[in-house]
């Protein structure tokens, strides 16, 4: 049948420790970028324009910048050009916060922008602080827009983590083509059951992020 | 009113419980991060000089060497189901570990990046059946080759073709696009009509539905082929240049690369890479392609 290849030695709990090893990544460079990005698109939406020449550059460097390539210039190359010898796992939370924080800046500065002037207007008219107007009017409402576009981005860091299989980092989809490899000859219909099992490892990892997002997304509801 | 406070009270027990799960998931994990702190462990001290390869004492001195092989070409490099790594090539690995004293530390390398892992020293050696070409030979030291790689030529049992010139004109060959039988066939026999495919699968397909009449590829792979499936029969085992598969070295790491050929010629002697093809490619390729395929050094001094 194939599915047996999964029950076979210990394949089940590699392809969970490669789970674990993708989800540290990605969990580390969510937090990470959720920060920077936050710090980042607030500064880029003051309108600052030496700030925004510089983050102009940023965004474009990870827009056109494959991560695949952004990972072999930080691994390899800061060794062959630096002499620093990084570890695959520093690495790779380098490269994904480096892009996880400029799309978020991005998010951040376009939730901000779509504040209509004329309510910090208003809340400067009743005399609230610009302290208070972000707190009461603004914060509130940019929070609840960024909620379904930072779960998108979130969850689409989980699943680009496969790509660290490039700097030598086993993470779940590997272990599954090493299973896959490993019983070519003995089971070739392994392939389905095994990316059916990284399916459901994915779909268990990003579907509780979905959930907390709707969660959210109802509690504050207006 | 209730009726939400229950919903969402319910809401919270689903997500409580799935990121339970999750983070289940990542405990296990550290378990498998110890495999990693050892690499970091193993992984080399950069001289001020821009030296980024490890020399044999200090391989030794370290007590770990860091092999790149294949995590999932069997039955090259591969890992078992135990975790193990395993293959023809790992089989050296173990060997060049134990002649050595050293523990290993295996890497898993692509095919894409074995000269990154070189160049950059993260690796000291690749066993990841690296064909020795001109232009990685710039790149990197290969040592002695362990094993022959040529093109071979499949064909359909009730009419075998043995020779590539007997192919006539309103016959078609099957290729794999990219690959070395492409641009050999394309250069020296540009008379043949090429069937080309993206895929190994589409052509696998195309084959067996007999739209070509032979089908062109890396022996290894057509050998393979033939004896996975019935009815086909490799009668070009050997065609073009035999182009060999090689230990390599970062550039530069003479003290390394010179052990590496001492100790191939020393293997040779013992016909070692009989005893590791009898013991994981045999399965593959049968026992017919034995000389075909294994080098051994001083074999033929």
């Not at chain 1, 990284?198 to 959930?211: E, K, N, Q, R, T």
């Amino acid at each position: 049948m194939g599915f047996e290849v999964l029950l076979k030695g210990s394949n089940m709990l590699r392809l969970l420790e490669g789970l674990s090893t993708a989800l540290n990544i990605s969990l580390i460079s969510v937090a990470i970028s959720l920060v920077l990005g936050i710090i980042l698109g607030i500064l880029m939406a003051m309108h600052n324009r030496v700030v925004l020449f510089f983050s102009k550059i940023y965004l474009e460097i990870v827009r056109i910048m494959p991560q695949m390539v952004l990972l072999f210039i930080v691994y390899f190359g800061s060794t062959k050009v630096i002499g620093i010898n990084l570890s695959a796992e520093t690495a790779s939370i380098i490269v994904f916060s480096f892009w996880g924080a400029a799309e978020m800046s991005d998010l951040v500065r376009g939730a901000l922008k779509s504040i209509p002037t004329i309510q910090y207007e208003s809340s400067a008219a009743l005399s609230l602080s610009s302290f208070m107007t972000y707190r009461y009017i603004i914060m509130p409402q940019v929070v609840r827009m960024l909620i379904p576009l930072s779960i998108n981005l979130i969850t689409r860091m989980i699943k680009t983590t496969s790509l660290v299989m490039m700097i030598g980092i086993v993470e779940v989809l590997k272990v599954g083509q090493q299973i896959i490899e490993a019983n070519r000859t003995a089971s070739p219909n392994a392939a389905f059951w095994v990316f059916l099992v990284i399916f459901l490892l994915y779909f268990a990892a990003c579907w509780p992020i979905s959930l907390l997002s709707r969660f959210l997304e109802k509690k504050w509801k207006v | 009113m209730k009726k939400n406070l229950i919903k969402n009270i319910k809401a919270k027990k689903i997500i409580t419980g799935a990121l339970a799960l999750v983070l289940g998931a990542s405990m296990l994990g550290a378990c498998g991060k110890s495999d990693a702190a050892n690499g970091e462990n193993g992984a080399q001290k950069l001289k001020a000089n821009g030296k980024v390869y490890r020399t044999l004492d200090e391989i030794k001195k370290s007590g770990t060497i860091n092999i790149g092989v294949f995590s999932d070409k069997n039955p090259f490099g591969y890992v078992d189901e135990n975790g193990d790594y395993q293959g023809y090539d790992v089989y050296l690995a173990n060997r060049i570990g134990k002649d050595l004293g050293v523990e290993i530390n295996y890497v898993s390398t692509e095919a894409a990046n074995r000269v990154e892992y070189l160049e950059s020293g993260k690796v000291d050696i690749v066993l990841a059946n690296f064909t020795v070409t001109d232009e990685r030979a710039q790149k990197v030291d290969f040592a002695l080759p362990y094993m022959n790689v040529a093109l071979g030529v499949v064909s359909h049992k009730d009419k075998v073709i043995k020779d590539i010139e007997k192919v006539s004109s309103d016959e078609q060959v099957i290729v794999i696009s990219g690959t070395t039988a492409e641009t050999f066939l394309e250069k020296n026999y540009p008379d043949i009509k090429l069937q080309k495919f993206d895929t190994y699968a589409a052509a696998k397909t195309s084959f067996e539905n007999g739209t070509g009449i032979a089908w062109a590829n890396d022996n290894t792979e057509v050998i393979a082929f033939a004896k996975e499936n019935e009815g086909y029969e490799v009668g070009i085992p050997s065609l073009g240049s035999q182009d060999t598969i090689a230990p390599a070295v970062s550039k530069g790491n003479e003290s390394l690369l010179k052990w590496l050929n001492d100790e191939l010629v020393t293997l040779g002697k013992e016909k070692f890479f009989h005893a590791d093809y009898e013991k994981t490619l045999i399965d593959t390729y049968g026992a017919d392609y034995e000389d075909t395929l294994v080098v051994e050094q001083g074999d033929n001094k």
